[in-house]
């Protein structure tokens, strides 16, 4: 069984930058990878970004490309998201995601199989 807890939303403006956090516990993910998703109040669940663990390559929604910077610390088993220049449409819950297999294009929940309880950003106007 595996544990994810992320830390770092808050309330910020817009064009402000936060670091979300990710820490795992209970198994090792160095095959496979992580992600971030989040979900606004009445929307679904949609993908924000994701990293390979072993080799560390990325891939990114459109609507947070060249803001957004997804990273991995393999010594701490922990997964990050930068966020900067913050817009209000970036306020929702966001949840860390970890995948126990090798998906080619990992953008969809059902692609994940251990989440995070999410933490709250709000970027206000």
């Known amino acids: 069984q595996a544990q994810l807890v992320e830390s770092g939303g808050g309330l910020v403006q817009a064009g402000d930058s936060l670091r979300l956090s990710c820490a795992a516990s209970g198994r090792t993910f160095s095959a496979y990878g992580m992600g971030w998703f989040r979900q606004a109040p009445g929307k679904e669940r949609e993908f924000v970004a994701a990293?390979?663990?072993?080799?560390?390559?990325?891939d990114y929604a459109d609507s947070v490309k060249g803001r957004f910077t997804i990273s991995r610390d393999k010594a701490k088993n922990t997964v990050y998201l930068q966020m900067n220049s913050l817009k209000p449409e970036d306020s929702a819950v966001y949840y860390c995601?970890?995948?126990?297999?090798?998906?080619?294009?990992?953008?969809?929940?059902?692609?994940?199989?251990?989440w995070g309880q999410g933490t709250q950003v709000t970027v206000s106007s």
């Open positions: 990293i390979r663990w072993s080799v560390g390559s990325t």
């Open positions: 995601a970890a995948r126990t297999t090798l998906v080619v294009r990992p953008r969809t929940v059902s692609d994940y199989d251990y």
